[in-house]
């Protein structure tokens, strides 16, 4: 009998990370409260960063920014903050590494949950960037997406390649 099989995932939509990051450039551009405070928001690869003139407006920047990707449907936990560091001239920064994919310290974490679930002929790898679950059991995969949905993993996860 074969097994049912699917993968979990931590993807970031790249494209929606790019308009968001536009939209919060061209936001911070026109107002009134950011005039002056040489504030960007600005794409590096797999980076967001972030300057301003304080720590106060780095704040409202990084308000900004978190509402266009909420927008656009891109979960906030994909986001790592570094510290916020001085600049040049009495300014602030920050950048935000973009997390994709799972690293292997999480699939550890993810494989661990899935374990302690003791849900009967379930099993998990590790796979590069992704978790392979199977089971014998469609109904015991179901189980196991619904207990991921409700754990914080400090990362988003979506569910593909479902096989029966």
Not at 33 to 46: A, C, I, M, Q, R
Not at 74 to 83: A, I, P, Q, R
Request: aromatic share 4%.
């Amino acid at each position: 009998m074969a097994m049912a099989t699917f993968d979990v995932v931590s993807e970031v939509d790249d494209q929606e990370v790019r308009n968001a990051v536009d939209q919060a450039s061209r936001e911070v551009a026109q107002r009134y409260d950011f005039k002056g405070t040489e504030s960007s928001v600005t794409l590096g690869d797999g980076v967001i960063d972030l300057a301003s003139s304080s720590e106060d407006r780095l704040g409202a920047l990084r308000q900004v920014l978190e509402e266009k990707l909420v927008k656009r449907k891109v979960s906030l936990k994909v986001l790592d903050y570094g510290n916020i560091e001085p600049a040049s001239g009495g300014s602030v920064r920050q950048s935000a590494t973009l997390q994709n994919g799972i690293s292997s310290e999480k699939a550890r974490d993810l494989n661990k949950f899935i374990k302690a679930l003791g849900i009967k002929g379930v099993q998990s790898s590790t796979q590069g960037d992704q978790l392979r679950v199977q089971a014998k059991k469609r109904d015991a995969l179901q189980t196991v997406i619904a207990e991921l949905k409700k754990g914080d993993f400090g990362l988003p996860l979506q569910f593909s390649n479902f096989r029966d």
